[in-house]
């Protein structure tokens, strides 16, 4: 029985990169880090019926919404994940994103 259901049920991860700036913004100002993010873009096939397409620049907006303010990610860890549940019926795959969101440094104002 088990190995019935893990037929019927199997995933996969794989890392893509690493170490990496990313941004899907123009921006050629100095970055400050404000903390660590995590964004993905997920899409299936249903009974061979493609739901969308993954796209990367969609992980990496998804990312960057979750850190108000930021424009980049720095030390990037892009993933790939893939379940598959009663082939070929169902298969969900989604990239993710992993980084240190960074803002656009705060310049101090003369008075």
Known sequence: MLGVLVFLATGCAVTLGERMALT?????????????????????????I?????????????????APGSVALK?????????????????????EVRGEAMKPQEVPHEE
């Open 50 to 66: 493609p739901t969308g397409r993954t796209r990367i620049d969609q992980a990496i907006d998804d990312a960057l919404l979750r």
């Open 75 to 95: 030390d990037v860890e892009i993933k790939r994940h893939l379940l598959v549940l009663l082939p070929p019926f169902y298969v969900r795959q989604c990239i």
């Open 24 to 48: 899907t913004a123009n921006t050629a100002i100095p970055l400050q880090p404000i903390g660590q993010v995590e964004g993905r873009d997920c899409a299936s096939v249903i009974f061979v």
